[in-house]
C-alpha cells in the first residue's frame, strides 16, 4: 500500500513527471486511470477523479484493480 500513498501524494500534487511515468489518462465520465507499479505489475490500477462540484480539491479514490475491472468502473455513475 506504499506505492498507492505515493501515487496519492503525486495526484495531489500534480506531479507531471510521475504522472506521465505511470500512464495516467483519462477514462470517461471524470474518471482518470493511473497505473501503479508499472516495473512490476503494469496491470495494477489505481482509479480516481476529482469533485468539481466543491471549490476545494477533494480527491476520491474510486478503486484498485486490473484492466478486467475496467468495465465495471466506467459503469459508476459520474
Given at each position: 500500500m ?7 501524494t503525486?495526484?495531489?500534487e ?14 470517461s ?8 507499479d508499472r516495473?512490476?505489475?503494469?496491470n ?7 469533485n468539481?462540484?466543491?471549490q476545494e480539491l ?5 478503486d484498485l484493480g486490473?484492466h ?7 459503469k459508476?455513475?459520474?
Amino acid at each position: 500500500m506504499d506505492k498507492v500513498e505515493v501515487c496519492v501524494t503525486k495526484i495531489i500534487e500534480n506531479d507531471q513527471t510521475f504522472l506521465h511515468k505511470h500512464k495516467d489518462h483519462a477514462l470517461s465520465k471524470g474518471i482518470r486511470e493511473l497505473h501503479i507499479d508499472r516495473q512490476y505489475n503494469d496491470n495494477w490500477l489505481l482509479y480516481y477523479r476529482f469533485n468539481k462540484i466543491t471549490q476545494e480539491l477533494e480527491l476520491e479514490l474510486i478503486d484498485l484493480g486490473n484492466h478486467d475491472n475496467l468495465t465495471r468502473i466506467i459503469k459508476i455513475k459520474g
